[in-house]
């Protein structure tokens, strides 16, 4: 993402100007978007023009629009983000107060104007404009006859190919049939790995499955490889890492994630940064329950007692189309900050925020016990009954 310009008061209204580059920079996008803010971009109008003659005809023209948003689209998979609204600003082509719905491309500039800017909006944009962000890797999450490509970028995991092959079990005597089904399916992955992956900006691929799977695709690949003499797979050999995981599904990602190999070499990743705190949480919830606490109420709870260390929450909270409620979330945030608390902020479409978004969507690691809450809790309820 690059921003053009930033112009915002002492009371932090005003207005940011990016040109959205990436994919990737569609769902950042997505994020900064709210309902009642002013988008102003350019797009294309179907406009009605009659001639001298009274005939009537239309075409299509392109003109810049300034829309007050009323309605988000985003499609994960195309990342692509449409944004519907009515018309605020005088146009040769569109009346005052006119629908429209514009679709933000990647290249073509926007500029978007906000009532409140609050710090999480803020350090999206920076996030987003920052280029070390963008230490990408890929994944290829397996196991017998399924198999999917997945790119985990800074902010999603993308499911780009879902190799599917029947895999017959091999019979006594006769392994031909199963030998044959297994030699077809691991040549579709390789075609998948190709097609979607560019190892140009990827640094490295996980090969993930149970069993001695992921060694003998790996083994597979690399011997048609040197057979067919394919440079772009031979170059890229150093780059691809064995791991386990316990199945060939997407969630599956995670285990692959959590591996100690892979977070020395992903060790400059956002992802990896989220994976490891998921898992610091699950595992103090499991061995210190008084110091792991989930949901807005306790977490702030712990918040008032200033015992939040790491705050972990997913951006999806802070799409919420109630003003207060999203005001009582970046309120949580700044506080933890102030503190001296970290805060993690997940990203909704990546493995780790999914789980997170399991636990309500917001969860602390705390720096000292916190056990009177929930006696509190056990207290009132008793007298309640």
């Known amino acids: 993402m690059k921003l053009v310009r930033k112009d915002l008061e002492k009371d932090n209204a005003g207005q940011v100007t990016l040109i959205p580059e990436e994919p990737e920079d569609m769902w950042h996008t997505y994020n900064l978007l709210q309902v009642g803010d002013s988008l102003r971009a350019s797009t294309i109008r179907k406009v009605q023009t009659e001639s001298s003659t009274g005939s009537v005809g239309s075409n299509r023209i392109r003109t810049t629009l300034t829309l007050c948003v009323e309605a988000i689209d985003f499609d ?14 005088e146009n040769e082509y569109v009346k005052m107060g006119a629908y429209h719905t514009i679709e933000l491309e990647p290249n073509r500039q926007f500029t978007l104007a906000k009532k409140q800017w609050d710090s999480v909006v803020l350090e999206r944009i920076e996030q987003a404009c920052d280029p070390a962000w963008s ?68 640094k490295c691929v ?36 064995q791991v386990h995981s316990s199945s060939g599904h997407k969630y599956a990602l995670k285990e692959a994630l959590c591996d100690p190999a892979v977070t020395s070499r992903l060790s400059d990743t956002k992802a990896a940064g989220e994976v490891k705190a998921l898992d610091d949480f699950y595992k103090m919830l499991q061995h210190e329950p008084d110091r792991a606490f989930y949901g807005l109420k306790h977490v702030e709870k712990a918040n008032e007692a200033m015992a939040i260390d790491t705050l972990l929450i997913s951006d999806e909270l802070f799409r919420h189309q109630d003003v207060a409620t999203r005001a009582r979330y970046v309120k949580l945030v700044d506080s933890v900050r102030e503190n001296m608390g970290t805060v993690r902020i997940f990203s909704s479409l990546h493995v780790s925020g999914e789980q997170l978004g399991q636990l309500t969507g917001v969860a602390a690691i705390l720096r000292f016990p916190v056990a009177e809450l929930s006696d509190q809790e056990d207290e009132s309820s008793s007298e309640e009954d």
């Open 135 to 202: 230490a990408d890797v890929a994944a290829v999450v397996m196991q017998e006859g399924l198999a999917h490509v997945c790119l985990v970028t800074p902010s999603m995991t993308l499911t780009r190919a879902k190799v599917e092959v029947n895999i017959p079990r091999k019979r006594k005597g006769n392994c031909s049939q199963h030998d044959r089904a297994l030699e077809r399916f691991y040549e579709q992955v390789v075609q998948a790995i190709q097609r979607h992956i560019n190892f140009e900006v990827v």
């Open 76 to 89: 994960s998979q195309a990342c692509q983000l449409r944004v519907k609204g009515t018309n605020i600003q």
């Open 206 to 241: 996980l090969v993930a499955s149970p069993g001695f799977v992921r060694e003998q695709f790996c083994d597979y690949m690399f011997q048609q490889a040197v057979k067919t003499d394919n440079k772009l797979l031979l170059e890229n050999r150093s780059k691809f890492l």
